[in-house]
């Protein structure tokens, strides 16, 4: 009898572990992530928080959330983010804010242009003359309400 409850809870464990394994390959497939699997093409999620301007984060202070990883410029802004990864990672996976909100899709951002909103890190294009944060702050409210529709309906 107990190598057969044994047995049982091994099974349980073991689905519980595949299941989250699936759940983390899922989510890391919706987030923008550079060749070598980093969020925010490498950048200090904490950094945005607590410095106010965005710092290039290291390999050496990584660490990975439900499948997606983050660099971070210091041991200490790898800690806070352990503490509360959801408060530090950018919203829409990393995508452009602004794109998410117009039409739903996936374009890359300059991780230097940015904006804080409610405790929420938002990211957005800026190249070849296209700020996309300019026409964020012209109908912010309409498109933060499509953006966050559009990407509840990337993990249906």
């Known amino acids: 009898m107990k190598k057969v409850l044994l047995m049982s809870a091994l099974t349980v464990l073991w689905v519980a ?4 394994s699936d759940k983390s390959e899922a989510r890391k497939a919706q987030f923008n992530l550079t060749s070598k699997q980093a969020a925010i093409k490498g950048y200090d999620p904490v950094s945005y ?3 106010g301007k965005p710092k290039k984060g290291e390999s050496s202070n990584s660490f990975t ?21 959801l408060q530090y990672e950018p919203q829409y996976g990393g995508w452009c804010a ?3 909100g117009n039409d739903g899709s996936k374009v890359e951002v300059d ?5 804080i909103l409610n405790g929420k890190l938002y990211l957005f294009y800026n ?3 296209t700020n996309t944060l300019k026409s964020w702050n012209k109908d912010e409210a309409k498109l933060m309400k499509n953006a966050d529709v559009n990407w509840a309906k990337t993990f249906k």
């Open 49 to 51: 928080f607590k410095d």
């Open 127 to 129: 190249k070849f003359f």
């Open 111 to 115: 991780p230097e242009t940015f904006k």
């Open 17 to 20: 572990m595949f299941a989250q």
């Open 98 to 100: 602004y794109a998410m």
């Open 65 to 85: 959330f439900q499948g997606v990883t983050y660099y971070f410029v210091s041991a200490d802004n790898r800690d806070l983010f352990k503490k509360n990864p």
